[in-house]
């Protein structure tokens, strides 16, 4: 069966050993061809299960004697296009190397593969009183967390995955096997080569081992929701809310849209279709209701229409799981249609001109576009909604993204608080960062990749 790749390379997999972890299977090419996002599926010519780092370090190899394209993957959750093949080649599955190798109970550190999710971690931990916080609100896995520099809801309190990983274990493009940090909660010793990898989006190299930092789970917790009749109340409540420096563990904000949708597809009757902010206090008793009252003062200020706060771990599992599922209540608005995630992130203060503009440029764009954020770190998205029975809703779609951007950037922004590049972001990077730093990191590429076959086409363009 002829599948794009030279013969000389399929007798060599075939003495690597790899029997049925290797694959030409179109239906398994088919699932490695895209990730949750609006890029043009490209088919890998074969797909590789990896269950070991030796079988990365062998794959790789064989990869870079003979230029083959690789380009990691995960669970298939990423909304950049990080895992589409543009060149082909293989598609390097590590979603198999899911073993919790070591937790350290006294020290609140582990190491896990690459191909563990969040959920998988904490269900382990939980019986040690230890938790991981980083939460993007999706079945992802960690491996694929670090590669994107993710976060999520809990990052305004806990930090963003770059703040959670001490350590890694990273296969180089030529098959060498780098150990980068360690497990002292500070070091200054040369380059920091874990947060190099941290957001490289697997085009310098493939983690297979994390060293993470863990969290006691809190005594207490509790979940507030708070309404507004208007977005700026909302906003300016949020902007309060972190100025006092009130160490909310969660903040985040669904406009009327959002809400709307959220109320039909999570079944929300008791709450209304109107600016929200979703919280959650972690501590002691006495700390979490302080904080809830100190906020729902701030909230009442701003005429906040309602504020109710609850306890129990059903009440907030429910409210956070109608959080979690936003993405597809705003899909589930127009069937059929696909979602341009924007993920624009701004200083706090800046937060107000940013959502309010995104929100005018929704309404000049006539598309409907659900809004939602981690404001508490000044990280918002907009889902932009591509109708299938307008031919230009695309087009229209990817230049209110464009709009949206580049307001962000101009407000002292980014391009991507916790997404990252990958094939949707590329044409932001050098505006944001220089040409001159742009050539740092095409450099820092070649030096690592020299054949160019990590992950090709992502971060850089051409």
Known sequence: MSIGLPDVVLQGFDALGLGDRLTVNAAIREQHSHGEDTTTPVMPDAVVFAETTDDVVRTLTLCHQHGIAVTPFGAGTSLEGHVTPVRRGVSLDVSKMAAILEVNAEDMDCVIEPGVTRQQLNEYLRDQGLFFPVDPGSHCTIGGMCA????????????????????????????????????????????????????????????????????????????????????????????????VGIPVARIELLDEVQMGACIAFSKLPDMQPIPTLFLEFDGTPASVREQAEQVEAIARDFGAASFAWATDAEARNRLWKARHDAYWAGIAMVPGSRGIATDVCVPISRLAEALLGAKEDIAASGLLAPMVGHVGDGNFHTVILVPPDQPDALERAWALDKKIVARGLALGGTCSGEHGIGLGKREFLETEHGAEALAVMRSLKTALDPKGIMNPGKIFRN
């Open 148 to 243: 994107t520099r993710a976060s999520g809801t809990n990052a305004v309190r806990y930090g963003t995955i770059r703040e959670n990983v001490l350590g890694l274990e990273v296969v180089l493009a030529d098959g060498r096997v780098i150990q980068t940090g360690g497990r002292t909660r500070k070091a200054a010793n040369g380059y920091d080569l874990t947060r190099l990898f941290i957001g490289s989006e697997g085009t310098l190299g493939v983690i297979t081992r994390i060293r993470l930092r863990l969290h006691g789970i809190p005594e207490a917790q509790s979940a507030a929701v708070c309404q507004f009749e208007s977005l700026a109340a909302c906003v300016e409540t949020v902007i309060a809310v972190m100025q």
